[in-house]
Nanobody
Framework: QVQLVESGGGLVQSGGSLRLSCAASGSGFSINAMGWYRQAPGKQRELVAT???????NYLDSVKGRFTISRDNAKNTVYLQMNSLKPEDTAVYYC??????????WGQGTQVTVSS
């Protein structure tokens, strides 16, 4: 069983920065990839950024150049550094872990609100 605990969300003004963290804990799992998704009110959940165990990254086009995903394999933790935030980045951000058996685990979500 894998538990994901997210932190770092909050309220920030347009142009500001936030750093999200997601720590995985539990037993009997091995991480394949981790990532961040977001869901704004009335919209579908969308992929924001992913990173494989080897460090390959993938980003949503609208966040390229502003967001950076990174991970600490020793701590089973993934980070999302978000710079130059825009009101349209407002959403609940969810952490996702895919293990080496391709099972998916989700965090509880953390609210990010960007005011104009």
């Amino acid at each position: 069983q894998v538990q994901l605990v997210e932190s770092g969300g909050g309220l920030v003004q347009s142009g500001g920065s936030l750093r999200l963290s997601c720590a995985a804990s539990g037993s009997g799992f091995s991480i394949n990839a981790m990532g961040w998704y977001r869901q704004a009110p009335g919209k579908q959940r969308e992929l924001v950024a992913t990173i494989t165990r080897g460090g390959t990254t993938n980003y949503l086009d609208s966040v390229k150049g502003r967001f950076t995903i990174s991970r600490d394999n020793a701590k089973n933790t993934v980070y999302l550094q978000m710079n130059s935030l825009k009101p349209e980045d407002t959403a609940v951000y969810y952490c996702k872990l895919i293990d080496t058996s391709y099972r998916q685990n989700w965090g509880q979500g953390t609210q990010v609100t960007v005011s104009s």
